[in-house]
């Protein structure tokens, strides 16, 4: 699976997600604080030195962590996140395991967090 290539299509189909709906609106969980996100993530996988199926599943759930926010109210934005972030990464090929390890990723952030 070329990882890298995904890493796009989520990337483009999260800054578009936000650029087109209310989450657009929203003063915290935005673009930018995704953006920052994604950014951090890469940083902290780099020093890991992930291999790549686990260095998308870490950048993708980044990019897909508030995204819920744009499907309903703050509680449970994580789910309903994961739960959109699954659905696009099947239409791409994401095999069942990747799904799951990406889904653990997502779900971590709910408060309280238990990575």
Not at 47 to 66: C, T
Not at 82 to 89: S, Y
Request: net charge negative; charged share 15%.
């Amino acid at each position: 699976m070329n990882y890298s290539s995904l890493i796009e299509q989520v990337s483009g189909h999260i800054t578009t997600t936000f650029s087109t709906s209310i989450a657009r609106n929203l003063f915290y969980h935005n673009l930018k604080h995704t953006e920052m996100v994604v950014n951090n993530a890469g940083r902290i996988a780099g020093h890991y030195k992930l291999n790549d199926r686990d260095y998308f599943v870490v950048i993708a759930a980044a990019w897909f962590h508030d995204i819920g926010y744009n499907a309903g109210e703050a509680a449970e934005h994580e789910l309903r996140g994961a739960g959109m972030a699954e659905e696009f990464l099947r239409l791409w090929g994401v095999f069942s395991a990747t799904l799951m390890a990406f889904r653990n990723c997502i779900l971590s952030t709910s408060m309280p967090q238990h990575p």
